[in-house]
């Protein structure tokens, strides 16, 4: 089980899933160019993931990234540079004041991104699930 992560270097690295740690700060984290898919979904610590400043330049090809139920809040994330190819991102159960809100001003910059599941079929949905799922209680994110 993880606690921190730094440093990733595997190059031709194509997907990064770390559900379920106890993941609870990322310093300096330099993810390869080639990463497609990142997880860091439902860490299990004492303290929530609420330090994310090594996360703050996200990989050009990267499509979906999954950062829910870690109890982050809008002041957590307000440095991640989301990236224009980013097409899938799960930002749900976390501790934001206004997700809503959070929410419009995310499909106002980047109209083309798909947040939690909103506007996926159900095989869709199934399919970018498929990358994390554990048979957990719920079968989601």
């Known amino acids: 089980m993880f606690t921190s992560i730094n ?13 379920r740690n106890a993941i ?11 990463l497609e898919v990142l997880i860091l ?8 993931l ?3 400043t090594g996360l703050s330049k996200l990989p050009p090809r990267l ?5 829910c139920r870690n109890g982050l809040s809008e ?13 899938d991102l799960h930002m749900h159960d976390n501790a934001f004041e206004n997700y809503g809100r959070w929410k419009e001003g995310v499909k106002l910059v980047y ?10 079929s159900g095989s869709s949905k199934g399919e970018s699930d498929s990358l994390d799922s554990d048979n957990d209680s719920t079968g989601s994110d």
């Open 63 to 67: 499509r979906p990234l999954k950062l």
């Open 75 to 87: 002041r957590t994330i307000q440095h991640l540079d989301i990236s224009t190819s980013l097409r």
């Open 41 to 48: 979904k439902n860490q299990r610590c004492d303290l929530p």
């Open 50 to 52: 609420n330090y994310l």
């Open 7 to 19: 440093t990733i270097q595997l190059p031709k690295l194509k997907v990064l899933n770390f559900k």
């Open 111 to 120: 109209p083309g991104i798909i947040l939690d599941f909103d506007g996926l």
């Open 24 to 34: 609870g700060v990322i310093n300096d984290l330099q993810l390869p160019d080639s």
